[in-house]
């Protein structure tokens, strides 16, 4: 017999209070657990489709919105154009491992939402070798009427190679030639097309809206960064300011969840201190008790501690399988307060995260336990004993 | 031979906002180690008072008290612990088992909280038997009667092989017959055991079952007789 299976015991004795004390630690447990998996997996989301755009630095018309994040918040609208001769120019920058100009443009869809029509070159997959095809080919020409659509448009809108397309806003139908693979990026959702044809048929002629850029040398890339600023007509974004500015939009519904994970992990602490000083006021003639038969006060402390650590501990257990089991749902929900959310999981819940979590319930423990623990074993024998009189 | 308890002029007074209670008024007695001590007196006359002093569960407002030689006044809460631990076995009116382990848990308790000692199961079952529980022992407190549920208390008194056990009215809360038994038990285990006992009690015909009776009165100690 030791201690600890007396804790355990105790902590039986009253069921229902020590659930409801649990099921507190356990719900507190849950949020941090997913707050925290929500912040690693959102990152590694994030880098996951800013790393599979291909490029590093992306150089636009000055005041164009450069991302899609961006076109969502303004409604689909709001591109900007350059001329293609800003292509011309850079092309032949000897610092350039590889470059690709892009046409994009928006035209919503009845009921709402949007859809982006991106004009390519066959330069796009070289800066993309993960864009293969689930079926179909490349563009029989650089102004053939084709397009290759994204494997979640395609699924979106049941199309199949041979399809025939109609682009609001014009006159013309494209025939679906392709259907690329899953990449698990926003290009899953575009639909392209011949550059020279999107410029035909857009009424955007030698028009751009970007140039995606590999340097041979990332070491480069701020002096390259440098001259691209003498073109007056451009703005120049690396990724990383890409994912610094998605990392600011997503800031104020990390704040949210922070704030409701501390007030769950106060509201917790209260709920673990007022159960075990309820226990041991109730207990009070049972640990004089105990004393009298020759428990110290580092027994008496030890074991006041020991049942708070117990609560916190299947608290912090039944929260990771809480968080590990409703991920989706909480994903779900946070989603909506996302103003851009990336392709894949948004939460990843790691072993380490679950191993800190259920130390971080541990230590709430340690700490819940302290008031409790020293008020149980500074009691006077006697009037503890005499308290049940 | 050196008395196991002796009192000097041992007083105890509780304060309380109203007022201000003498429950000793300066005691003087020894008890010598082996003896089987009935504390006899009626309520309020201060038993339980010196029994709580020579329990270290309270220290004295004046006089000296000594267990073995050792002044127990003005000894620290880990000194006091140290004897609670070691040198005494108490024993309650009330049982105080708890409630939520077993007889035979409870009784071995004591050597849990006594790191210099192992816990030994068979000590535990040895002394289940010697209280005539060896077939009550994986019962939890409310399984057990009243008279039992004492019996279990004695044996854990006895579980660190204690000098001395102090039972402050021990049948107070049973029959006849199971009042009888426990001051059965309490006589061997003094003999036994060689552990010697001091109880409190109002009973006259049970105080006889001791070797020796100490009268007590108001906090005075005012007669002691030898019964046998």
Redesign the interface.
């Known amino acids: 017999m030791r201690l600890l299976k007396i804790a355990y015991k105790n902590i039986a004795r009253k069921k229902i209070r020590s659930l409801l004390t649990i099921g507190g630690v356990a719900m507190a447990v849950a949020v941090l657990v997913s707050l925290l998996g929500f912040n690693a997996g959102y990152k590694m989301a994030l880098n996951n489709d800013v790393d599979k755009m291909g490029y590093q630095v992306l150089v636009t018309a000055k005041g164009c919105p450069y991302e899609a994040a961006t076109l969502m918040l303004k409604g689909g609208g709001g591109l900007r154009y350059m001329d293609a001769d800003v292509y011309d120019r850079i092309v032949t920058d000897d610092r350039i491992d590889k470059i690709t100009p892009q046409l994009a443009t928006v035209k919503t869809i009845e009921g709402g939402g949007f859809t982006m029509y991106m004009g390519i070159e066959d330069s796009y997959t070289e800066l993309k070798p993960w864009a293969t095809f689930k079926e179909g080919k490349w563009f029989t020409s650089p102004e053939a009427l084709e397009v290759i659509i994204g494997y979640e448009a395609a699924e979106l809108e049941q199309r199949t190679i041979g399809d025939q397309i109609f682009i609001p806003d014009t006159r013309e139908i494209l025939t679906v030639v392709g259907i690329f693979e899953r990449t698990g990026t926003q290009d899953d959702g575009v639909i392209f097309l011949p550059l020279k044809t999107a410029q035909k048929i857009f009424d955007l002629p030698d028009q751009l809206t970007g140039i995606g850029i590999k340097l041979k040398d990332l070491g480069q890339l701020s002096a390259f960064e440098e001259d691209l600023y003498d073109e007056g007509s451009i703005q120049v974004i690396s990724l990383a300011q890409v994912k610094g500015t998605i990392l600011n939009l997503i800031s104020s519904a990390q704040i949210l969840v922070t704030s409701v994970a501390i007030i769950a992990i106060f509201v917790a602490i209260v709920g673990v201190i007022n159960t075990i000083l309820m226990s041991v006021f109730e207990r009070t003639q049972e640990i004089g008790v105990m004393k009298a038969i020759g428990a110290g006060n580092r027994q008496i402390f030890q074991l006041i501690w020991y049942e708070t650590i117990i609560i916190c501990t299947m608290g912090g257990l039944l929260g990771s399988l809480f968080a590990l089991a409703g991920g989706s749902g909480v994903e779900y929900f946070v989603k909506r307060f996302l103003p851009f959310a990336p392709e894949g999981n948004l939460i990843y819940i790691s072993p380490q995260l679950i191993l800190f979590s259920l130390l971080g319930a541990i230590a709430l423990g340690l700490f819940s336990g302290i008031y409790p623990a020293l008020r149980a074993s500074l009691m006077k024998p006697i009037e503890a004993i005499r308290s049940g009189e | 031979m050196q008395p196991i308890i002796e009192a000097r002029n041992l007083e105890k007074i509780y304060k309380t906002r109203v007022e201000r209670i003498q429950a000793l008024k300066g005691l003087n007695f020894s008890v010598e180690k082996g003896d089987f001590t009935a504390l006899m007196g009626p309520s309020g006359a201060g038993k339980t008072t010196l029994l ?1 002093l020579i ?1 270290c ?2 220290t004295s407002t004046a006089g000296e008290l000594l267990m073995d030689g050792r002044q127990l006044d003005h000894l620290k ?2 000194e006091l ?1 140290e004897i ?3 040198f005494v ?2 024993v ?1 009116q ?1 049982f ?1 088992l ?4 077993s007889a035979l ?1 409870n009784v ?3 050597a ?3 790191p210099g000692k192992k ?1 030994q199961k068979e000590r535990g079952a040895y002394l289940m038997e010697l209280v005539g529980l060896k077939n009550r022992m994986q019962h939890l407190p409310r399984e057990l009667s009243g008279g039992e549920m004492q019996r279990v208390a004695i044996a ?2 006895l579980m ?1 092989s204690p000098r001395i056990i102090l039972a402050d009215e021990p049948t107070g809360n049973l029959d006849r017959k199971n009042a009888l038994n426990i001051f059965a038990i309490l006589a061997e285990i003094n003999h036994t055991e060689d552990v010697t006992v001091l109880v409190a009690t109002h009973n006259v015909k049970l105080a006889h079952q001791a070797k020796n009776i100490m009268y007590i009165s108001d906090g005075l100690i005012i007669k002691e007789e030898a019964v046998r």
């Open positions: 709580n329990g569960l309270d809460e880990k612990t609670r631990r070691n076995g108490m309650f009330e105080f708890i409630e939520t382990l848990e071995m308790l004591p849990l909280f006594n816990i854990r008194a660190n």
